[in-house]
């Protein structure tokens, strides 16, 4: 039974890291009604750990183009440190603060309709506007550093969606929808690395067995649906915008209020 929670849980992860959805929003409820028979302290490694799978899928789909073999991957590359600097800076000092202090429904639930609010207004506000950017060799070291406090602030808050975020602020700054979707794609690369990594070390690496079967499930079924929900997301922005996607968190950030706002009162 645990393998199959296991599984599940890699499928979410795999459709909800890519789509800027949430994928902590979608876990919590997963984790409401599908609770796995392990320590709370594993449940909390393996929800971050389990993204490693999500980022290979990332490295084999974009292999050719992350390979530092030109000047202008290289540049592409400066670009992303460049981008990861505010989460990496603040997530070191303060993961554990903010993980205690807003790390709970309301703060997922309000999130997750915020930024889908935001999702509508910025699409319908540039529905007629070309964007500036539609080019990953156009994008700026400025735009690079605006993208990331994008990201600082899904590091910061869950149920913001770090996909969310990071889209939304190319947006805003004039970025196109692929471009967005794309240094996205790349930034969660050492991003996710480095949470994955502090969170191990934190753990502690002596697995039971049990656990390991665990965490590798988890993990081999994230890579496989994230390659299809990459492959899916990339073909449909270049027809379709992602107001969908914000309505549907809106939806979602009602029922999660919803559901354990009466949950608590009774």
Not at 34 to 54: D, P, R, T, Y
Not at 137 to 147: F, G, K, S, V, W
Request: proline share 2%; net charge positive; with cysteine.
């Amino acid at each position: 039974m645990e393998i199959i929670k296991a599984i599940i849980l890699g499928i979410v992860e795999g459709i909800t890291e890519w789509l800027p959805i949430s994928s902590t929003g979608h876990m919590i409820l997963v984790d409401e009604f599908m609770k796995m028979n392990v320590s709370a302290e594993f449940m909390e490694m393996f929800l971050v750990v389990i993204q490693l799978g999500a980022i290979m899928a990332v490295v084999v789909i974009y292999w050719r183009r992350l390979i530092p073999t030109d000047k202008k991957t290289w540049i592409m590359w400066l670009k992303i440190i460049v981008a990861c600097i505010p989460a990496a800076v603040i997530g070191l000092l303060f993961d554990d603060v903010f993980n205690a202090l807003f790390y709970n429904y309301q703060t997922v639930a309000i999130m997750l309709i915020l930024v889908g609010i935001f999702f509508i207004i910025i699409e319908n506000k540039q529905k007629h506007t070309a964007p500036k950017v539609s080019s990953l060799d156009d994008l700026t070291y400025r735009q690079a550093l605006m993208i990331g406090l994008f990201q600082l602030v899904a590091a910061v808050f869950p149920g913001t969606s770090r996909s969310g975020a990071t889209i939304l602020g190319g947006l805003m700054i004039g970025v196109s929808r692929t471009v967005a979707a794309e240094f996205t794609f790349f930034l969660a690369i050492p991003v996710m690395f480095g949470a994955s990594l502090l969170k191990l070390v934190k753990f502690g690496f002596h697995f039971t067995g049990n656990e390991t079967v665990i965490l590798i499930n988890g993990l081999v079924v994230a890579f496989l649906v994230s390659m299809a929900a990459i492959k899916f997301l990339m073909g449909y922005i270049k027809k379709h915008d992602f107001k969908v996607f914000g309505w549907y968190r809106i939806v979602l950030g009602i029922l999660v209020l919803g559901y354990f706002g009466v949950k608590t009162f009774l």
